[in-house]
């Protein structure tokens, strides 16, 4: 089973807030992303990171951010929670020696905004 | 922009029967072609993968078939069980530099007993 954490699982949040996703792995792989999933749909990349210091915005346009200061940690932020923002999201990561392209997935965070 | 969609959105079968799930591509500069599983309430799982030199790969009860000719692939299981319930997803990659995936809609999965 691979090692990647996200929290909170579930997270409930009033119109405005600011809040922040936790993303760690403990596989030491390079690459990490973030996707943004609606229920019965197909994931969207909105985020993804090669190496620390280093981050590029994924396919799907998203107004949260995100940082990679440490390896293992790729946290997400929204600096104005909205309905909108109501979606499963979904931490991966991927950088096994001989199979960099094979993403391992976290349990993923369900935020709904009110 | 290039997609990778499913064929059918949902499937049922029953216990015991084979299952055949089905995944169009239409970028042809992809070349490494993989299978997720997602329970409800879960983040997606690696079932198998294919590279574009191979034409089938075979796994535990699962076989991936890839035609390159038609840009299809497909997912085989066989003897499906109940917990074998979930959405299917493929995903696909064009390599170089490129490490990302790009996912299609998804097929769900219903295994009757």
């Known amino acids: 089973e691979a090692d990647i954490y996200q929290t909170p699982r579930y997270l409930v949040i009033g119109t405005g807030k600011k809040i922040t996703l936790e993303c760690s792995q403990t596989?030491?792989?390079?690459?990490m992303y973030w996707y943004q999933q609606d229920p019965g749909m197909e994931l969207h990349l909105i985020h993804y990171s090669y190496g620390v210091n280093s981050t590029e915005k994924g396919d799907l346009s998203s107004e949260s951010t995100v940082s990679r200061i440490r390896t293992e940690h790729f946290p997400l932020t929204l600096e104005s929670a909205r309905p909108s923002h109501t979606s499963q999201y979904l931490c991966?990561?991927?950088?096994?020696?001989?199979?960099?392209?094979?993403?391992?997935f976290g349990p993923g965070t369900r935020l709904t905004v009110t | 922009g290039e997609s990778v969609g499913l064929h059918l959105p949902t499937l049922s079968v029953q216990e015991g029967d084979n299952s055949i799930i089905n995944c169009a591509y239409s970028?042809?500069?992809?070349?490494?072609f993989i299978w997720y599983k997602q329970e409800s309430g879960k983040g997606p799982q690696f079932i198998i993968d294919i590279r574009s030199n191979m034409d089938k790969r075979q796994g535990q009860r699962v076989t991936v078939l890839l035609n390159k000719t038609v840009k299809h692939l497909s997912l085989q299981i066989a003897a499906t069980q109940p917990g074998d319930s979930a959405v299917y997803f493929c995903?696909?990659?064009?390599?170089?530099?490129?490490?990302?995936?790009?996912f299609g809609k998804g097929t769900l999965l219903t295994v009757n007993p």
């Open positions: 995903a696909e990659n064009s390599g170089g530099s490129n490490y990302k995936l790009t």
């Open positions: 970028n042809s500069a992809s070349d490494y």
């Open positions: 596989m030491g792989h390079d690459k």
């Open positions: 991966a990561s991927s950088g096994r020696a001989g199979r960099a392209r094979e993403q391992y």
